[in-house]
Structures are given as C-alpha cells and as structure tokens.
Nanobody, 124 residues
Framework: QVQLVESGGGSVQSGGSLRLSCAAS????????MGWFRQAPGKEREGVAS???????SYADSVKGRFTISQDRVKNTLYLQMNNLKPEDKGMYYC??????????????????WGQGTQVTVSS
C-alpha cells in the first residue's frame, strides 16, 4: 500500500503559478509510474502529466510548455510546477501511482493509488 498526500493547491489569477506536491508514504520499488490528473466539475478526469521510473515524461497537449512534472526520489515526493495558469486549468488535481507499462498514456485506469486531491482555482 502507498498513501499519497497532495498539497500546494490554491487560488491564483490567470497567468499565475502554483507548485503542487505529492508526498508518498514510502519509496516505490521497481518499475512504476507517477502522474498528475485533474477533474473539473462535470468533466472526466484528465491525465495532465506522468513520469515513469526511467524518467520518461508525458504531458497533455493542453499543458505542454506550461507545466513541469518532476520527482525527488530521496524525499519520495512528486511535483507539478504550473506556470501561466489559465481559467481552464481550474479543477481538483490528483496525484496517482501505478505500473510503468502504459505510463505515458496517462490513463487513469492504469493507476491504482490515488491521493485525496488538491483544489486549483484560476480566475480571469
């Protein structure tokens, strides 16, 4: 079992920045994938970014060039740096962990562990 706890959400104006963090309860051994997802009211959960244990990274087209996913393996912490935020980035952001095989597809069904989420609000 792995517990994931997100933090860093908040309310910013359009063009602002936020840095989300996700602390894992333990080091995840072997091949694995970590990802960030978001969900806006009335919309499906969207895979924003993912990173596998080899350091390969995938981003949704809507966030490329603005968001950066990274991880600190010593601290067991995953990050999402979000710059130039737009109103459409608003939503609940979730951290997730899963197997590495389809990591870069950012499919929620491939992730078995989820955090409780942190809210991001962007005003225009």
């Amino acid at each position: 079992q792995v517990q994931l706890v997100e933090s860093g959400g908040g309310s910013v104006q359009s063009g602002g920045s936020l840095r989300l963090s996700c602390a894992a309860s333990r080091y995840i051994h072997g091949g694995h994938c970590m990802g960030w997802f978001r969900q806006a009211p009335g919309k499906e959960r969207e895979g924003v970014a993912s990173i596998d244990s080899n350091g390969r990274i995938s981003y949704a087209d809507s966030v490329k060039g603005r968001f950066t996913i990274s991880q600190d393996r010593v601290k067991n912490t995953l990050y999402l740096q979000m710059n130039n935020l737009k109103p459409e980035d608003k939503g609940m952001y979730y951290c997730a962990a899963g197997g590495w095989l389809h990591c870069l597809d950012r499919n929620a069904a491939d992730f078995g562990y989820w955090g409780q989420g942190t809210q991001v609000t962007v005003s225009s």
